[in-house]
């Protein structure tokens, strides 16, 4: 490996974990900790998104599912009903998203569950359909005055936030709900 290679990996990694510690802090407490609130409440949460926000939002759903909560995204083979007892997560940076979008909107006039969007974006179509929003402030396709820019291309910054912020949701409501992180293996895959 070429000594210019090793610097200017050096220089992204710390620069990306700039970003993502800028982001992290910018989110409002209270908006994850009203989130953590309706995942303990729910009888099942439900997660929908596209592309690489889908990609989170499937390892988050996973990790809840660790926790032995009843996670489900929308779209999986074995998704069973939603009802109004539930809970439905909105990942969508610019909450424009068609599919995502759509979903919400057909959620809310069927069965009226609990829905949240996690987006950067607080001017979009979703604020009308969600009871709240988690705003992850990075940069989005619209390029809002008040957005954190990002090196990174596209809309990286806002998936990688989204990941995080599931799993230390995860690790805060553990530590809420007093789980033996060993028992928590019960949950865990076993066919592997």
């Given amino acids: 490996m070429s000594e210019a290679f090793a610097n200017q990996y050096k220089k992204t990694c710390d620069a990306v974990l700039d970003e993502l510690r800028l982001t992290l802090n910018s989110i409002d407490p209270e908006s994850l900790e009203k989130l ?63 599919f995502p979008l759509n979903i919400a909107k057909k959620a809310r006039k069927t069965v009226d569950c609990k829905i949240v969007h996690i987006g950067s974006n607080p001017n979009s179509e979703m604020k009308d359909i969600c009871d709240f929003m988690v705003r992850i402030p990075v940069r989005t396709k619209f390029y809002l005055e008040d957005e954190i820019d990002s090196c990174q291309p596209m809309t990286s910054l806002f998936e990688q936030s989204l990941l995080l912020v599931g799993d230390i949701l995860a690790k805060m409501i553990i530590e809420k709900e007093n789980l033996d992180m060993k028992g928590l293996w019960q949950y865990h895959a076993n066919l592997e």
């Fill in 36 to 98: 953590a609130d309706a995942i303990l409440s729910a009888d099942q949460v439900f997660f929908i998104g596209v592309g690489r926000v889908l990609l989170s939002l499937q390892s988050v759903c996973k990790r809840l599912a660790h926790l032995g909560i009843k996670a489900h995204y929308v779209g999986e083979i074995t998704e069973p009903a939603i009802t109004k007892n539930d809970l439905l997560i909105v990942g969508s940076g610019s909450g424009g998203s068609i």
